[in-house]
């Protein structure tokens, strides 16, 4: 049996800080002269006095240091712990939100998925919408910080491969890492304040601007309208929402040092690369189907589907405009699109490109090899030879990837959903997307009608998805618990 | 440039084959007075001076084919048949214009089962037994492939299947003559029996034959617009049940049965998950068939278990109209369109045996996390799975999954809807037949598409049916280059 001390440990520090997270919102209610701030206060001192608890009773004498069992442990257990207690304002407060309700919103938010179960979020109080978009930024934090110094050591699905380049020597692993993820962090923050001054600038108010800003650089999707963007009838404030949304799901690391050995490393990296690419390609697609076919006025037409078609790629989830009713060629173009996702290392979720990269690369090999049989083919990724090991994990985490998507869509479709929504909801989880396909999940529905099972299955699938399937699936092995 | 010479040598040779299939539903025409004996006669003609002129015209040294050769022969011994099979349903009372011939042809012979011709029963009986003639053909014609061809050109995979060479070049060729005989021996005493079965149990002597050939090849062209539901007899669904679950076993198998060699046939890891995968689908199907139906639980077992085999099986015959069915049924028939039958059988799909290995190795990965330094090996049938196999496992999935969406986006874009473009991409991949809404669905036929659509979907059959990379290895420049 494990130790599961430090694990208990570092959760108390991480529910101390979503306790003082809690403060926020309750200061902005109070300014605001709404009783809601009792909530926020409430759910504070709770979660802070169960946060101290652990941390105090597990103390470790000495320096704290995790074993990898207990780091598997540590990223999965801390998702479900900060959900646990995220959900607390939501069922505290004055909307009636029964607890499952609060935990798929909680849980929504720090996987940076972005379906709701509210609806009415125009006339809600303002700590509730707040405290929405919080969920969705440290969330969004959380995820690159693990994304850089947690899972390239776990070696999960092939992230090996973006290991600091020191790591190799142990003694300086500490200080790189922790330097990077201070510096990821740092980049992160301000282009939050950026994106979140140009939207205040282009006409939000500044509320509305903050929550805006935190659910687009995280990639997350929570808006303050029912709405969503398509509230905002501004070309402007939807071209700047595109272009946060497709720098959330950029590589971060990239934008540390932009300019290395006087190149831009941003534009010479193949992932992005690709990723432009592919967002280019299927806005200019989408754009010519609605001036062509549904005769869109054509600013209008790329303005609608570049920010869409971002949105999905980059698992964000806002939406413009209801694009469910463009017809069957983008409802097609939108479900496939839910599984690529953005970039290793950024706040979107998804398969990520990279692992596409391998996987095309994967097939050329096999293809060429079919002609040279006896040919040695290698796969390069950044004009860097990929070990047989990455080319391993990135197949069994895509076979994982959609086995999981399919397993939990059958068994939605077991709990009452229909076909397609059940199908794009498991998509969308898994992918932390938001909004599904259809009349219930669409763009225009929320989560509200489904069943609790539902509900709970579709949280515990967004964590899967969220933490690349093998942290968490690992927990479930046999051999993790012993010895 | 290679020499292409043989490789229309071999076309031709086939040609031959299919002109003189063409005889039988002429003589059966002529049988039964029907001028359309007409139709096939010339059909036949014409196809027979076609595949006569490659025969001799492009006779050479007899060699064996290089690896290019050998792909250009499978990819064009398979087109080349859909064109010509196409000309009596062009030429003949049917009246269908080319894109739909070559539809119905491609279709058949792929051992799909969609269908453009509705009113089956007011057509002649020389074109029912074409359509079934066509997909009995596709079916031994892939499993030949599948058991011959396939593993050693290293298809996606298959060379896990190669049959093993005991020592030296001289005793493999008879062994390997003799699993050939043995599976086509098999093949035709199966159809045969199918028919006797089907015969005995009530079905006229021209439909049971016409079913035995569409059930074993798992194609699923029926004699009936209401396919088996026009017969409705549970003694009749059951034979076809059991004919289509062997279909889509791995014939390779009956080789070892036929030897004696029983216990290595039973301990096949590959035919208890195809079973086991098969009757976890048809359990779900019926629970939900008597639960939210209301049926008599032995009614829902008879519809429940069929439809799932015919849909799993990529055979596509019908005995219940599934697609006013919701939510669960809906999900696991869409999900069992990919999966498919076993190597080396006229199943399509993505195969059972391909998700056994990466499931393998997805476990041996999760082990892996723990312990990052032990050395493991994914198995199968207690063999070791090679890292090349591996991989080409993977690309072959993932050009799947890409050739589907790209197929669905395809069609989407001429206008089809959401649930008629997937499902139908999906059918035709997989080779089963029907797709789902109400279209394509098993109440309807796919003569409404658009004509691109048509040619699309045939491109999709013969694509999944080639196990796409045969196909897709001839456009990669550096195959053309010497």
């Not at chain 1, 109070?30 to 504070?44: E, H, K, L, P, Y």
């Not at chain 1, 939100?97 to 009415?120: C, H, K, N, R, W």
């Amino acid at each position: 049996m494990l130790d599961v001390r430090p694990v208990i440990f570092v959760n108390g520090i991480l529910l101390l800080v979503l306790a003082a997270a809690m403060g926020v919102p309750a200061l902005v209610d109070v300014i605001s002269d709404d009783r809601d701030w009792q909530v926020f206060v409430t759910s504070a001192v709770v979660t802070g006095f169960v946060g101290l608890g652990m941390m105090l009773g597990t103390r470790p004498e000495g320096r704290l240091e995790l074993s990898t069992r207990q780091a598997f442990l540590l990223t999965s257990s801390a998702w479900g712990f900060m959900a646990a207690f995220g959900a607390l304002p939501f069922s505290f407060s004055a909307l009636g939100v029964s607890y499952t309700d609060g935990f798929f919103e909680a849980m929504s938010g720090l996987t940076t998925t972005g379906s709701t179960i509210l609806a009415g979020l125009d006339t809600m109080p303002h700590g509730i919408l707040l405290w929405r978009a919080i969920l969705h930024w440290l969330g969004g934090v959380g995820i690159i910080v693990m994304a850089v110094a947690i899972l390239p050591i776990l070696r999960i699905g092939g992230m090996q491969l973006f290991k600091m380049e020191s790591s190799d020597k142990t003694e300086k692993v500490k200080p790189r890492t922790s330097q990077v993820a201070g510096g990821i962090v740092m980049v992160y923050l301000v282009l939050t304040l950026m994106c979140g001054v140009l939207l205040w600038l282009a006409g939000m108010t500044p509320f509305e601007a903050v929550c805006h800003a935190m659910a687009t650089l995280s990639t997350g999707g929570f808006s303050t309208s029912d709405g969503s963007a398509g509230h905002w009838d501004s070309a402007l404030i939807h071209w700047i929402l595109t272009i946060f949304m497709a720098i959330g799901g950029a590589t971060f690391v990239l934008f540390i040092a932009p300019w290395k050995r006087g190149r831009w490393a941003i534009l010479t990296d193949t992932q992005i690369r690709w990723y432009l690419g592919f967002l280019g390609f299927f806005s200019f697609l989408l754009a010519m189907w609605q001036w062509v076919v549904n005769d869109m006025d054509a600013g209008q037409a790329l303005t609608h589907a570049a920010f869409n078609v971002v949105s999905v790629v980059t698992t964000t989830g806002f939406a413009s405009t209801d694009y469910s009713l463009w017809g069957g060629f983008p409802q097609i173009v939108f479900f496939i699109l839910t599984f690529i996702g953005g970039c290793t290392g950024s706040t979107a979720g998804g398969v990520k490109i990279f692992r596409w990269q391998v996987l095309f690369a994967m097939a050329g090999v096999h293809l060429k090899k079919l002609l040279h049989p006896h040919g040695v083919f290698v796969i390069d990724f950044n004009r860097q030879r990929i070990s047989d090991a990455v080319v391993d994990s990135v197949l069994g985490f895509v076979v994982v990837y959609f086995l999981t998507f399919a397993v939990f869509g059958l068994i939605l479709t077991m709990t009452g959903l229909d076909f397609v929504t059940a199908i794009t909801g498991s998509a969308q989880a898994i992918s932390n997307v938001g909004p599904g396909l259809g009349d219930v999940i669409g763009p225009a529905g929320n989560y509200k009608p489904l069943p609790d099972l539902a509900k709970w299955l579709l949280a515990f699938e967004m964590v899967l998805g969220r933490l690349e399937l093998f942290t968490v699936i690992v927990l479930f092995s046999r051999s993790f618990w012993r010895g | 440039m290679f020499d292409v010479r043989p490789v229309l040598q071999i076309v031709g040779l086939l040609l031959c084959l299919l002109a003189g299939t063409m005889l039988v539903p002429a003589a059966v025409d002529a049988l039964a007075r029907d001028p359309e004996w007409l139709v096939f006669v010339s059909s036949s003609g014409a196809t027979l001076l076609v595949g006569l002129a490659l025969w001799l015209g492009m006779r050479t040294d007899v060699r064996p084919l290089s690896i290019r050769q050998a792909y250009l022969a499978a990819s064009l011994g398979w087109i080349a048949p859909c064109i010509f099979a196409g000309l009596p349903f062009a030429f003949g009372p049917a009246n269908l214009s080319w894109a739909d011939a070559f539809f119905e042809a491609t279709s058949g012979i792929t051992t799909t089962g969609s269908t453009v011709l509705a009113g089956l029963d007011r057509l002649p009986p020389g074109l029912l037994l074409w359509r079934g003639l066509l997909q009995w053909l596709g079916g031994i014609g892939i499993i030949v492939m599948a058991v011959a061809v396939l593993p050693v050109l290293n298809i996606g995979g298959m060379q896990m299947f190669r049959i093993e060479v005991v020592s030296g070049n001289d005793r493999a060729t008879p062994r390997a003559a003799r699993i050939g005989t043995t599976i086509v021996g098999v093949y035709v005493l199966l159809t045969v029996l199918l028919a006797f079965a089907l015969w005995g149990a009530g079905m006229g002597r021209f439909d049971a034959i016409v079913h035995a050939m569409s059930t074993i090849a798992t194609g699923g062209f029926s004699t009936n617009d209401t396919s088996l539901a026009f017969f409705d007899s549970a003694t009749i669904d059951l034979i076809v049940f059991i004919g289509m679950i062997v279909g889509g076993m791995p014939f390779l198998l009956f080789f070892h049965v036929a030897t004696g060699n029983w216990r290595r046939a039973l301990g096949d890891e590959q035919l208890r998950w195809y079973l086991g995968i098969l009757g976890l689908g048809a359990v779900a199907v019926t629970l939900w068939l008597i639960n939210s139906r209301g049926f008599e639980p032995l009614t829902a077992l008879r519809h429940g278990a069929f439809t799932v085999a015919s849909v799993m099986t990529g055979t596509g015959l019908v005995t219940l109209d599934y697609s006013d069915w919701t939510g669960m049924p809906v999900a696991i028939l869409f999900l069992l369109t990919f999966v498919g039958g076993c190597a080396g059988s006229t199943a399509a799909g993505i195969k059972v045996f391909r998700f056994q290995f990466l499931f393998a190795n997805a476990l041996v990965q999760v082990r892996q996390l723990l312990r990052p330094h032990a050395v493991m090996v994914p198995t199968f049938n207690a063999k070791p799975i090679p890292k090349e196999v591996l991989t080409s496992v993977m690309g072959f999935l993932f050009v799947y999954a890409l050739a589907f969406a790209t197929l669905a986006m395809a069609l989407a874009l001429l206008g089809l809807d959401f649930m008629t473009a997937l499902s139908g991409a999906a059918s035709a991949i997989s080779n089963v037949g029907p797709g789902l809404g109400d279209t394509i669905g098993p109440g309807g036929t796919f003569a409404p598409l658009p004509d691109a659509a048509k040619l699309l979907l045939a491109a999709g059959m013969l694509f999944g049916r080639l196990e796409l990379f045969t196909l897709l290895v001839l456009f990669v420049p550096s195959f053309w280059k010497q």
